[in-house]
């Protein structure tokens, strides 16, 4: 099974952006441990960052056909973004929002997600860690059929 893990803005900075709420760990790290694990629940990880709301949208569609599911950190555009929400509600893949921080204990703001409601789940405030939950929920989503 393939699966891509897409990062959407300013996750390129993580280890250094903030790190009392992201933690230290850098995109590379993060992106290490979501490829060794994905080996580990038979899932071939590969990976994607961007800035652009375009661009994850193009790579969302992309996906199509190619990748069994997604992990989606959209960052910030978690909070604005219909045009990502109906990205997702396109391709019919099966996608796992993750978050490095817990959203709902922050600024209220952020309680908001565009992509819960066409995501099968949301994992948040586990940093790094989010990424391999949603790996674990993702692999144990497609073993039992799901797509
Ligand atoms: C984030 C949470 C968002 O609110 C924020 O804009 C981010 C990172 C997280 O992983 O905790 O860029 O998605």
Redesign the pocket.
Known sequence: RNVLVLN????NLLGTRQPE??GSTTLQMVEDLCVQHGVSVGLQVSHLQSNHEGALIDAIHAARGVQDGLVL????F??TSVALMDAIASVELPVVE????N?HA?EAF?HKSFIAPVALGQI?GFGAQ?YVLALDALAAHLTAGGA
């Open positions: 959407g803005p300013n996750l709420v992201y950190n959209a960052g910030a978690t909070h993750v978050h490095l921080s959203i922050r952020r948040c989010s």
